[in-house]
């Protein structure tokens, strides 16, 4: 009906539609404006820049120092996962470059500076690497993501109970436009002692929700949009794949596990195969409707400072660089999408997620 209405006008006498909406988060509180109103240019994917220019994936290419990391001096290997031919498939090594230092041994304290408070930058910044130059996790087999997620529980696992540690941050950042310096397929771990303020943001929201509803606010979320349908993109036996409903960034995707679990380190061997097909999906999807875009994912767990967390519910959340924070993002932290999550999330779900281009690497 409302189709019939819109071709009978022309665009001249057509009615601007106030469609921009507030819409908050509901664990954290957050406000995002979903601005796909008049005023703005309607969201065109085909203008999202690649992740890697062909120029920059050429000059990558070149002496490349995670193809073989032991002729670029890097770090020795913490873990190596190896293929039936002895080859390796995954390493993980500790970054040449980190952004904390590893600790010399002693209780990390706080110092004061006047009213300020410091204290020294130690943990651990590890690289998780996989084989192939070219299959970022986009691109490569959902059982090679799983192998990802089972890389990152074994380092998680022997972090967690170090002194210095209470805090694990796993991330993934595709592309130069998100950050990205190398190339080549790698996630980062870092491990450190502080709870990062939008860590607690959640644990905080978690909590306020717990004490009013008397339960777990993303298990809520999660029961809503099973119910509605509006958002999801896929779903498995275990894991759920949806457009947030307050999403911060067009075409941001989460990805939750159904049962409620606040410690990903604790995701049983069948979960690391559904939840590796799940973020694979999540991936490969975004990679198609927005034509290889950069993005950041990262995993959100429960701290390991030794508190009891049972109310907060572990997920990822994969952010596609469909926009610049300017002005009003950092001055508010309030973050303009302009393109409807029921309308990215219809996008992600209808689209074939099978691989145009894999190079096997099963083999
Ligand atoms: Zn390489
Ligand atoms: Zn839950
Ligand atoms: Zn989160």
Redesign the pocket.
Known sequence: MSKKKSKTKSKKTAKPKAKSQLRQELATGDWVVIATGRGRRPFDPSKIEPAWTEAEIAEQSRDCPFCEPEKSSQEEDVLIYKTVDDDWSLRIFPNKFPAFNRPLGGRIVEQKEGPYTKMDSVGYHELIVTKNHHNNLGKMESLRVAEVLDAYQTRYLDLMNKKSVNYVEIFYNHGKRAGGSIYHPHSQLIAFPIISPYIQL?LDGVERYYKKHKRCVYCTMLEHELESGDRIIYENDDFVVFCPFASRAAFEVWVMPRSHSPYFERILDEEKITGGKALSEALRRIDKVLGDPAYNFYL?TAPCDGKDYKHYHW?I?ILPKTSVWAGFELSTGIEISTVEPEVASKKLREVSPTLSKIIKDLQ
Do not use: C, V
């Open positions: 959640e959100h997920h959340e």
